[in-house]
DNA sequence: GTCTATACCGCGATAGAC
DNA sequence: GTCTATCGCGGTATAGAC
């Protein structure tokens, strides 16, 4: 793989483990086996690096959900699908980790991708929800908007409950206490 | 107020915006105006002063729950009533941001009291739902534990939403299209 | 209890050789 | 493109005076 390759994807790994402050130039080269120099020469500094790093990560989870949200079947057959499908839960989510790092929050270069990230997926979410009650899935009184994001948090809360406990088991109990909540799942 | 407790406050402070890598011995001194000397003194160095830190937030957090949940009213009230109190939303939740500090995950003596705070806000919740079910507010099929996963999920997610947007928008959001999913929200 | 001095190390970047 | 040398700074802590 090439060296730029390697150094955005080390990056992409420090960030999602150790966040914006706690990932160092050094930390990055060690992992992608790359030189101070190299590092320097393909990217100005660190914060440009992340830069890539982030827009990297958003691309491939909004390439993940797309593949969940553009099958066939009901509004809640492809929510609880994205939902439930396989995760590595206690690594928690790659961008929304970034939202608690005032360094990554306070440069507009580095907070325009984690914001676009969900806002497109509260977007996408609505747009099911909306399409199930066009369907008569789902009651007139439901918020697309409202559910979309209750869906979105449901899944990032998921992730901080389950790294609190050290365990999966609240991030399933969250996922599946909404999937039952949602209107018919009983049905 | 004594130097002790300035440094504690101080921490809390710093812990919250800026996380424990984020957070510097340094930086303690000078937003509790105390000394060098003085802070180590007091506390063996930046992970035990962190640790009280941690223990005071959450006990504080927890302070701030009961209150909301002692009162008289249904349990939709209750739940409504917690969610929708007035939070420094864009600042997120004081012990949840810690989860993402692998720094404070991987020390046992910093991670046991966010562990154990949230553990406890899951039971609370767990029982105000069980006696929704008692009291026939709520049906039998529903979970309490799940629903008070899901309930915790969607407020810390809702600050991930938040912060990532820079507004309070998707949080509130969030936070009524739980509401508007909850039994006879609608009644 | 609080102060200043000191120490060691790693961060983040630059410079110039190869 | 990649390497090594070097730089200034701040993190984290210890030592000993007052």
């Known amino acids: 793989m090439e060296t730029v390759e390697r150094l955005i994807r080390s ?18 080269q060690r992992a992608a086996d790359a030189g101070q120099g190299s590092m320097y020469h393909h ?3 660190k914060a440009e690096l992340a830069k890539a790093a982030i827009e990297r990560s958003s691309q491939e989870l909004k ?3 797309v593949e969940q949200f553009s099958g066939s079947g009901t509004a809640t057959e492809k929510i609880s699908g994205y ?19 005032p360094d990554v929050m306070g440069d507009p270069e580095l907070r325009a ?17 909306a399409e199930g009650k066009r369907n008569g899935e789902y009651p007139d009184s439901l918020d697309p908007e409202q559910t979309a994001a209750t869906i979105a948090a449901v899944l990032q809360g998921g992730y901080v409950l389950a790294r609190a406990a050290g365990s999966v088991e609240p991030f399933e109990l969250a996922i599946q206490g ?5 209107p018919e799942a009983t049905k």
Do not use: H
């Not at 420090?14 to 706690?22: A, N």
């Not at 909404?178 to 949602?182: F, M, R």
């Open 11 to 28: 990056t992409q790994e420090l960030l999602w483990e150790r966040g914006y402050v706690g990932t160092s130039p050094k930390a990055i």
């Open 113 to 129: 991708p984690v914001a676009e990230t969900f806002d497109w997926l509260r977007r996408e979410l609505a747009g099911i929800v």
């Open 43 to 45: 990217f100005t500094g």
């Open 178 to 182: 909404l999937v039952n909540l949602l």
């Open 63 to 65: 390439s993940a959900a």
């Open 83 to 101: 939902l439930e499908r396989e995760r590595d839960v206690l690594r928690g989510c790659r961008i929304g980790r970034l939202t608690a790092d």
